[in-house]
């Protein structure tokens, strides 16, 4: 089993849906959780931290269930510039950040 | 500010051949990190530098990769006689602190 799973869509949207994106992590001792956006041919760039409370960033939501061992992701009214790959990553060392990163989930939004 | 940037950003390499990738972190940043990432795949953490120091380097696929950071700023990952498998991105990451890293744009290599 991979140590973070994400389905790799791709999901097509239209502008102004709403798109869910989820990821499970296997190691329970896994201390921080991300979400990362790659454009294509780029390199990846932090979206936002992920936190068991639940985060909000204007359009982007990200929630953590460490029972579940599951990160999601909610993004709403998309636009067309949020096309990108959207990677889970997790970091499962205390001292410093080997970050573990899953293969990434595809979203198109088309107009 | 500036960055992080790697160099080259493209090389193509007969196999057999050595190459070296460089990365230069943003100033003062104490933390280095190198990825991997092969086509379709999220990246895959290669090594991590303290300063100078080479904390782990567990990810290195084989004796065939090695990177140093003799300084502690700019970092140099060197794949000697390279192999297609080895065609991929090569993505370096420097830290302020922990958890937040920082990615340069990579050397996209390709091994004919």
């Known amino acids: 089993r991979k140590e973070v799973e994400q389905d790799p869509g791709p999901f097509n949207v239209p502008e102004g849906a709403t798109v869910a994106f989820n990821c499970t992590y296997s190691?329970?001792?896994?201390?921080?959780f991300f979400w990362y956006r790659q454009d294509c041919r780029k390199e990846p760039k932090l979206l936002m931290s992920?936190?068991?409370s639940g985060n909000e960033d204007g359009r982007f939501t990200a929630q953590l269930n460490r029972a579940s061992q599951y990160i999601s992701l909610l993004i709403r009214d998309s636009k067309l510039s949020d096309s990108a790959t959207y990677l889970c990553?997790?970091?499962?060392?205390?001292?410093?950040?080997?970050?573990?990163f899953g293969k990434g989930t595809m979203l198109l939004v088309s107009p | 500010g500036a960055g992080v940037s790697q160099s080259p950003r493209y090389k193509v390499a007969k196999r057999g051949q050595d190459v070296a990738l460089r990365c230069d972190p943003i100033?003062?940043?104490?933390?280095l990190f190198w990825y991997q990432q092969a086509l379709g795949q999220g990246p895959e953490f290669l090594t991590y530098?303290?300063?100078?120091?080479?904390?782990?380097k567990s990810g290195l696929p084989s004796d065939r990769f090695f990177a140093e950071r003799p300084e502690g700023s700019v970092s140099t990952l060197k794949i000697q006689r390279t192999q297609q498998e080895d065609s991929a991105v090569y993505l370096c990451?420097?830290?302020?602190?922990?958890?937040?890293?920082?990615f340069g744009p990579g050397t996209r290599l390709t091994v004919l």
């Open positions: 990451a420097s830290s302020p602190v922990v958890d937040t890293q920082y």
């Open positions: 190691n329970s001792a896994s201390q921080s």
């Open positions: 992920v936190y068991s």
């Open positions: 990553v997790v970091n499962k060392n205390s001292g410093y950040s080997t970050l573990t």
């Open positions: 100033s003062g940043h104490v933390s």
């Open positions: 530098f303290q300063n100078e120091a080479q904390l782990d």
